[in-house]
T-cell receptor, first 113, second 115 residues
Framework: GNSVTQMEGPVTLSEEAFLTINCTYT??????LFWYVQYPGEGLQLLLK?????DKGSNKGFEATYRKETTSFHLEKGSVQVSDSAVYFC????????????FGGGTRLMVKP | GAGVSQTPSNKVTEKGKYVELRCDPI?????LYWYRQSLGQGPEFLIY????????DSGLPNDRFFAVRPEGSVSTLKIQRTERGDSAVYLC?????????????FGPGTRLTVL
């Protein structure tokens, strides 16, 4: 079946540091890949997505590239801010109908001023 | 515009009781999803509706769990004979359609505690 593995947190960084959160997946066919974010006290919201191999999703300075050869979708940001502190979830939806999401376990990011 | 809403926000019940959790999706969204999130884990898929019909209920853990969406809008997740292991945050999401790659919009969740 489908699965998503992401690095365990918490990840603690100083403001303006470089961020990488690793995500790898197992799926048949060509899934769509997502990063969702949950800010403190808020619901899950889409951060970025990519629907085919070599696509790069980007939003709010975050980027992730769909790498089929390594089945990865690592999240990166060049300079984190305190306001980026949140829990980040990598997810996939299958290539067949339905678009149901399979999530990773989440990575908590804490950014210190 | 209004997002996805869920009621109640918190529900405390006793083992063995019956509970209903409600989801109001974004108007016009035909696809509706239920997920369950245990503490410290990612959400797990339970069931998905396209319109009024349950298109995939493969994530429901057992026959104590049931969901309906009679008019293709509001959905209710029903749990019979609750157990302590059912304690979790139940999330609802809606999407304009079930096509691959579409964004799902999540509600704030219902935190269920079974004593």
């Amino acid at each position: 079946g489908n699965s998503v593995t992401q690095m365990e947190g918490p990840v603690t960084l100083s403001e303006e540091a470089f961020l990488t959160i690793n995500c790898t997946y197992t799926a048949t066919g060509y899934p769509s890949l997502f990063w969702y974010v949950q800010y403190p006290g808020e619901g899950l919201q889409l951060l970025l997505k990519a629907t085919k191999a070599d696509d790069k999703g980007s939003n709010k300075g975050f980027e992730a590239t769909y790498r089929k050869e390594t089945t990865s979708f690592h999240l990166e940001k060049g300079s984190v801010q305190v306001s980026d502190s949140a829990v980040y979830f990598c997810a996939l939806s299958p290539s067949n109908a339905g678009n149901m999401l399979t999530f990773g376990g989440g990575t908590r990011l804490m950014v210190k001023p | 515009g209004a997002g996805v809403s869920q009621t109640p926000s918190n529900k405390v019940t006793e083992k063995g009781k019956y509970v209903e959790l409600r989801c109001d999706p974004i108007s016009g969204h035909t696809a509706l999803y239920w997920y369950r999130q245990s503490l410290g884990q990612g959400p797990e898929f339970l069931i998905y509706f396209q319109g009024t019909g349950a298109a995939d209920d493969s994530g429901l853990p057992n026959d104590r769990f049931f969901a309906v969406r009679p008019e293709g809008s509001v959905s209710t997740l029903k749990i019979q004979r609750t157990e302590r292991g059912d304690s979790a945050v139940y999330l609802c999401a809606s999407s304009p359609s079930p096509y691959r790659g579409n964004e799902q919009f999540f509600g704030p969740g219902t935190r269920l505690t079974v004593l």
